[in-house]
């Protein structure tokens, strides 16, 4: 390299990597993991023990300061919110659950039940979704693989 070369560039090779550092350092810093909260989303079905689900995702939550947790019970309309309970039961069941956890209860009615979940994970910013297993052993059919598929890149905990 010539007599003009800075002092800190002597012995480089020439072209792109003569730059101290080598090209990328400069141009492109490096990769930073972003500190990103957990958002916790629970989904209770018509199911007594989603209690468990909802301590599962309360150990999950309590990992991260900044975390939000979501309960979510989704009911086709024409279906009871828990079964052998009438709706007020089921409510006042699952309000005394969520409340004394300190998350945030949504309870919705669709004829969709799987686009509502999805639809509530992405405006919420879901990273975790905590749910029990399906009855239905037809992976095409059930719900933990079909919102499996609909929400990639989250983590679920089944």
Request: hydrophobic share 35%; glycine share 8%.
């Amino acid at each position: 390299m010539g007599a003009g070369v800075p002092p800190g560039l002597q012995n480089q090779s020439r072209g792109v990597n003569s730059v101290l550092g080598g090209f990328n350092s400069h141009i492109f810093p490096p990769k930073r993991r972003i500190a990103m909260h957990k958002n916790v989303l629970v989904c209770v079905t018509q199911q007594k023990t989603c209690e468990n689900l909802i301590k599962s995702g309360v150990k999950l939550s309590s990992e991260d300061d900044d975390c939000n947790l979501y309960v979510i019970h989704v009911v086709n309309e024409n279906d009871k919110l828990l079964y052998n309970l009438s709706d007020g039961d089921a409510l006042e069941y699952l309000f005394k659950i969520t409340k004394d956890v300190g998350a945030d209860l949504i309870v919705k009615r669709s004829k969709d039940v799987i686009k509502t979940i999805v639809d509530f994970a992405d405006e919420k910013g879901i990273t975790h979704v905590v749910l029990g297993s399906s009855q239905d052993k037809d992976s095409a059919k059930d719900i933990v693989s079909k919102l499996k598929r609909k929400l990639p890149g989250r983590e679920f905990i089944a």
